[in-house]
């Protein structure tokens, strides 16, 4: 805060021509003089408590700022601690990591076999199913072939019995035979 000096003047009043602040007025004094110097005061007066109040909160504020200060620091050594300690751990090889990654290479090894013979499996799957497919593509051929010729031998069959058409012994022979599998 700016220093405030206040220079005292010798005040000339009513009251008379050399009017000293000690001197004891019978009355209450009106002049300007007097109002200058109880607005003063009370400024002076009020400029102290501000004064006072602010280097309250100074020391306030430089205690508060030692008590960071001292967190900080502590937080900085925890924080040199720590990064050591990584460092530490990031060199160290665990005990079993030779056994980890010599059993990372077999699971490698026996994912490549399970792949192939997955790869295989599907493979021989697909072949198996058409290979059914076609079984009853040749199944549904040979049914449509024999309803067709029991349809046809119904059919001529029934042209016989009507009379429309003469008995031929050698085909209805080999009929026979187809159907009783002779």
Wanted: charged fraction near 30%; proline fraction near 3%; glycine fraction near 6%.
């Amino acid at each position: 805060l700016p220093c405030v000096r206040l220079a005292l003047v010798t005040l000339t009043c009513a009251a008379g021509p050399s009017w000293d602040r000690n001197t004891l007025h019978t009355g209450p004094c009106t002049c300007p003089a007097v109002q200058v110097e109880s607005g003063i005061q009370e400024t002076i007066s009020g400029l102290s408590e501000a004064l006072n109040s602010l280097q309250s909160k100074l020391v306030e504020l430089s205690g508060s700022e030692g008590q960071l200060a001292a967190r900080l620091e502590k937080r900085r050594a925890e924080l040199e601690r720590a990064e050591k300690r990584l460092a530490t751990l990031a060199g160290v090889r665990p005990a079993y990591m030779d056994e980890f990654e010599a059993l990372q290479g077999q699971l490698q090894v026996l994912w490549l076999h399970y792949l192939e013979r997955f790869r295989n499996l599907q493979y021989l799957e697909a072949q198996l199913e058409g290979y059914h497919k076609a079984e009853q593509d040749a199944a549904d051929a040979a049914e449509r072939r024999r309803k067709k010729m029991q349809k046809q031998l119904a059919e001529e069959e029934l042209r016989i019995l009507r009379g429309e058409a003469a008995v031929d012994e050698t085909r209805l022979g080999a009929a026979s035979r187809a159907t009783n599998g002779d």
